[in-house]
T-cell receptor, first 113, second 114 residues
Framework: DQQVKQNSPSLSVQEGRISILNCDYTNSMFDYFLWYKKYPAEGPTFLISISSIKDKNEDGRFTVFLNKSAKHLSLHIVPSQPGDSAVYFCAASTMGSQGNLIFGKGTKLSVKP | ETGVTQSPTHLIKTRGQQVTLRCSSQSGHNTVSWYQQALGQGPQFIFQYYREEENGRGNFPPRFSGLQFPNYSSELNVNALELDDSALYLC?????????????FGPGTRLTVL
């Protein structure tokens, strides 16, 4: 059973607009969440993270929001750029783990010029 | 500072064979984690090594084994290959010691089992 779910396999957005990528989780023991970006033929690249003691974390154009009661997090990219086109993975880890990450299936973002 | 590298890039094996995949971590990174990414799926945790000792394991059978060496290199070995082992294998290195250390991924090895 998937503990981290990204229900949208793909998302298409116009350049300059906001991209919102969503992620749901089922394990209430998750307390650390991350977003990774992956280009073809490259490994995933860390983008941004958030601890469960926060509900928002910003880094430049990227903001991650965490709603613990809904077990939902989202990544906002504003403004979206064509270079943001990639597969975005949501990942989570639990306090009792050694940091091994549980990933969602990913959402392919296409930003059109 | 060099990134995480993996070799080979691609590999084709037949069912029942054994395979060794290699990873070179960033210098100073004491932790290496291995993930399997099947087509259309997210990476799935195989195991983690910290200072040459296995430090955690996912839901993979014992025919998946690993080694970590003092020179920041590591190996993933898979025995008795099955068709379902066809996937992208990713290694990720991190400083280690803190659960929330950022994991830096290599480009992966694409394994095809025929």
């Amino acid at each position: 059973d998937q503990q981290v779910k990204q229900n949208s396999p793909s998302l298409s957005v116009q350049e300059g607009r906001i991209s919102i990528l969503n992620c749901d989780y089922t394990n209430s023991m998750f307390d650390y969440f991350l977003w990774y970006k992956k280009y073809p033929a490259e490994g995933p690249t860390f983008l941004i993270s958030i601890s469960s003691i926060k509900d928002k974390n910003e880094d430049g154009r990227f903001t991650v929001f965490l709603n613990k009661s809904a077990k939902h997090l989202s990544l906002h990219i504003v403004p979206s750029q064509p270079g943001d086109s990639a597969v975005y993975f949501c990942a989570a880890s639990t306090m009792g783990s050694q940091g091994n990450l549980i990933f969602g299936k990913g959402t392919k973002l296409s930003v059109k010029p | 500072e060099t990134g995480v590298t993996q070799s080979p890039t691609h590999l084709i094996k037949t069912r029942g064979q054994q395979v060794t995949l290699r990873c070179s971590s960033q210098s100073g990174h004491n932790t290496v984690s291995w993930y399997q990414q099947a087509l259309g799926q997210g990476p799935q945790f195989i195991f983690q090594y910290y200072r040459e000792e296995e430090n955690g394991r996912g839901n993979f059978p014992p025919r998946f084994s690993g080694l970590q060496f003092p020179n920041y290199s590591s190996e993933l070995n898979v025995n008795a290959l099955e068709l379902d082992d066809s996937a992208l294998y990713l290694c990720a290195s991190s400083l280690g010691g803190v659960r929330t250390d950022t994991q830096y991924f290599g480009p992966g090895t694409r394994l095809t089992v025929l």
